[in-house]
């Protein structure tokens, strides 16, 4: 199975902060990649598609990057709304697997 | 407008079955993928199953194999997760997803979810 490694696992941060996640695979999975933002008692939402692409309606201070086993959230300026939980998760081969998730707190 | 809504979670005694199921709307249900994705309270996501539009490819994440049966009805716009043998920590909030048309892609609809508890 491909193990997906997010850091860190919390963080906490400012209204206005340059935040960024690492997500790290196994093994490679080209650009395969994807991430996700949940809140609590909510589903999961998409937000970044195969590394980079940005989903539909998601605000573009969301990027992402990388490709073979180490990738990169980033979102340029944090909002009120942002305060989340964050899951990488690669669609290469089966099973697909998730990260353990990144807790973004409000400093 | 694509709407996933996820049925059939309760509470369940060690050994016992569930059946869940997601009714889709507002897409063609037949040319999407789908899966079933569980999250254990305060943890995180897992991936449990997944299935082809057609129905005719399933797979299974192992801790579920042999236990776990996905299905789908596409005259029913319905996916099915049948549950045997469960255990306390099949616990979970089960959500039903979509994926971008083919089986290894991302998840671009989440259902509510619907949480399935095991204990005696």
């Known amino acids: 199975d491909t193990q997906m490694t997010q850091s860190p696992s919390s963080l906490s941060a400012s209204v206005g902060d340059r935040v960024t996640i690492t997500c790290r695979a196994s093994?490679?999975?080209?650009?395969?990649l994807n991430w996700y933002q949940q809140k609590p008692g909510k589903a999961p939402n998409l937000l970044i598609y195969a590394a980079s692409s940005l989903q539909s309606g998601v605000p573009s201070r969301f990027s992402g990057s990388g490709s073979g086993t180490d990738f990169t959230l980033t979102i340029r300026s944090l909002q009120p709304e942002d305060f989340a939980t964050y899951y990488c998760q690669q669609s290469y081969r089966a099973p697909l697997t998730f990260g353990g998730g990144t807790k973004v707190e409000i400093k | 407008e694509v709407q996933l809504l996820e049925s059939g979670g309760g509470l369940v005694q060690p050994g016992g079955s569930l059946r869940l199921s997601c009714a889709a709307s507002g897409f063609t249900f037949s040319n999407y993928a789908m899966s079933w994705v569980r999250q254990a309270p305060g943890k995180g996501l897992e991936w449990v199953s997944g299935?082809?539009?057609?129905?005719?490819?399933?797979y299974h994440v192992d801790s579920v194999k042999g236990r776990f049966t996905i299905s789908r009805d596409n005259s029913k716009n319905t996916m099915y997760l049948q549950m045997n043998s469960l255990r306390a920590d099949d616990t979970a909030v089960y959500y039903c997803a979509r994926h971008d048309q083919q089986w290894l892609t991302h998840f671009d609809y989440w259902g509510q979810g619907t949480l399935a508890s095991v204990s005696s």
């Open positions: 093994q490679s999975i080209s650009r395969y």
């Open positions: 299935i082809s539009g057609s129905g005719g490819s399933t």
